[in-house]
Structure formats: C-alpha cells, structure tokens
C-alpha cells in the first residue's frame, strides 16, 4: 500500500528554460555545452551547501572565462525558474487520496526563489531540500529522516524524479519509482497506484 508519494523539483514540479540561460551566453559569445560541463561538475556542491552562491557563480564563471560580472549569470539563472502550475494543481488532487512530500536537490538560492513563487505547504507536507541538510536528496540520512517523519516503510514511497540515475537511487533504497516524463504519463502511473 502506498502511503508516501515523493515529488522531485528540478524538470518536475518546478520547469528550468535552460533555452533562456543558453540564449544568454551564445549572445556573450559562450558555449552552452561548455557551461552544462561546467555545471553538472559544479552544482552537487552548490546543492549540498558545500560552497556558497558567490562561490559557485565565480568557479562557472571562471571556467567559462566569462568577462562579464558573476552576478549576471546567477541573476538570469534566477529568471530562468518557473512553477508547472498544472502538476502543482494536479498534486492538490492527490493530497485528497494520499501524503505527499518533497524531496530534491537545490542550492539554497533556488529554494528562495521556489518559496517566492509558491507556499509549498500548500501542496506538501513537509520539503526536503538537499542544501537544508548538507548531501544529496537520495542518501541514506535524507531517506531515514522521510521513513521516521511520515512513519513509513521505503516500500510504501513512490518517487517520482525525472532523471533516470535518482531512479536507480531510489529503487535500490527499496521504493517504488516513477520516472517523470509529461504529467499525462504521471497521471496514467499513478491512477494505477493510488
């Protein structure tokens, strides 16, 4: 029986236009294949608060050799940011028919701005954020914390996540999975589950 569901932010609950941010730089004269190397190899540091937001923005920006300010890639990283109004009204749905939470890696920034946008207890009762706990959303800490709150067993958790690594994560911490795609997949998995 399925007493949990775990929502992920990133490309789920929340949408990047990552089309805005590489606009950006192809018209300072950047790469974007270069900034995403870049950044996947940066951000799980800047998600688990292991170094600041000034801290990451000057390595990107050093390692894109980026001449303008630092605080212009973050500020349009920022802009960049935007709620999926329609699963969030959607989720309101489910929490007729089970709890819900959420589980998912971002920096401390990001959280700001989610929480600018959005009162998150409206549609979750409890967030988890990986910079709030200083690791990644999916290890063990995190996962023991969630069990001991809600009072579940990993079984009992659907996460849904859109990347397939955190699937794998997930699963191997013994939960049921949903790997995210539009919201009419979600809705056709979940009507099966809960």
């Not at 929340?14 to 974007?32: D, I, Q, R, V």
């Not at 998600?47 to 980026?66: N, T």
């Not at 929480?115 to 999916?138: C, M, P, Q, R």
């Amino acid at each position: 029986m399925i007493k949990l569901i775990l929502f992920d932010w990133g490309d789920v609950c929340g949408l990047c236009n990552l089309e805005l941010f590489n606009t950006l730089l192809k018209k300072e004269g950047y790469s974007a294949e270069v900034a995403k190397k870049h950044f996947h190899e940066l951000k799980p540091m800047f998600d688990r608060a292991a170094v600041s937001e000034e801290e990451y923005w000057r390595k990107l920006a050093e390692k894109l050799k980026f001449r303008g300010n630092w605080q212009v890639l973050a500020q349009s990283n920022q802009k960049i940011l935007t709620v999926n109004w329609p699963l969030m009204d959607y989720i309101k749905e489910l929490k007729k028919k089970a709890r819900i939470a959420l589980l998912s890696n971002a920096d401390k920034t990001s959280i700001a701005r989610i929480k600018s946008e959005i009162n998150l207890a409206d549609y979750f009762e409890k967030a988890y954020f990986s910079s709030e706990w200083l690791t990644g959303k999916l290890e063990k800490r995190v996962i023991n914390k969630i069990l001991q709150d809600f009072n579940v067993q990993p079984q009992e958790i659907i996460f849904i996540d859109d990347f397939p690594g955190n699937i794998e994560k997930a699963k191997a911490a013994g939960m049921q999975t949903i790997l995210f795609v539009n919201l009419d997949d979600l809705k056709s998995q979940l009507d099966k589950l809960v």
